[in-house]
């Protein structure tokens, strides 16, 4: 069974840089995972950041990149606001028309 | 301006069947991928099925397979999911979404409000 992991919780300062991964319990993710990451607040349909593994969504603003390091996809925020405090979601497709969303990442600025 | 608005969620026993729906607006419906993804309380998202834009290609995650089925009208612009068989596993927000064609990759850009399926006796 195939696993998107993501770091169930992280912490930033205000102003700070934050990465967040997407990696693959099966192996390394690459471009045919087709990345992309969304955020989503309390009671609200998730809305997307970053897709194509790296180009910002009409309207997100340019503290937000997306590209793939290493083995995984990465999203990072740099110089982090206080409604940055989210839960970030990426997918990856995974093979024979199926997708996989990662578990989730609730970040807290603080 | 793409819509998607989900309806049908309801509250239904265990073992007992639903079907969902969303009506698109604002695209030409028939030219794109369509997908249900769902969340639980409290919980991550997770992807359950995915309709070609003429419906000829559907995919599932296999906790659903056999039990749901994804169609779509593209005369009506309207995106189904039959689910049967439900389980208090399947309760959760259902969100219908549409997948978008960027440079080669797919990522899903566009997502309706969610419809709420409560699974209970």
């Known amino acids: 069974q195939t696993v998107v992991t993501q770091e169930p919780s992280f912490s930033v300062s205000p102003g700070g840089t934050v990465t967040l991964t997407c990696g693959l319990n099966?192996?390394?993710?690459?471009?045919?995972?087709?990345p992309s990451w969304y955020q989503q607040t309390p009671g609200q349909a998730p809305r997307i950041l970053i897709h194509s593994i790296s180009f910002r969504s009409s309207g997100v603003p340019d503290r937000f990149s997306g590209s793939i390091v290493g083995n995984k996809a990465a999203l990072t925020i740099t110089g982090a606001q206080a409604d940055d405090e989210s839960d970030y979601y990426c997918?990856?497709?995974?093979?024979?028309?199926?997708?996989?969303f990662g578990g989730g990442t609730k970040l807290t600025v603080l | 301006e793409v819509q998607l608005v989900e309806s049908g969620g309801v509250l239904v026993h265990p073992g007992g069947s639903l079907r969902l729906s969303c009506a698109a607006s604002g695209f030409t419906f028939s030219n794109y991928w369509m997908s249900w993804v769902r969340q639980a309380p409290g919980k991550g998202l997770e992807w359950v099925a995915n309709i070609k834009g003429d419906g000829s290609e559907k995919y599932y995650v296999d906790s659903v397979k056999g039990r749901f089925t994804i169609s779509r009208d593209n005369a009506k612009t309207s995106l189904d999911l039959q689910m049967n068989s439900l389980r208090a596993e399947d309760s959760a927000v259902y969100y219908c979404?549409?997948?978008?064609?960027?440079?080669?990759?797919?990522?899903?850009?566009?997502w309706g409000q969610g419809t709420l399926v409560t699974v209970s006796s």
């Open positions: 979404a549409r997948w978008d064609l960027y440079s080669g990759y797919y990522s899903l850009h566009n």
């Open positions: 099966s192996g390394s993710v690459s471009t045919t995972n087709h």
């Open positions: 997918v990856l497709y995974v093979g024979s028309g199926s997708w996989v």
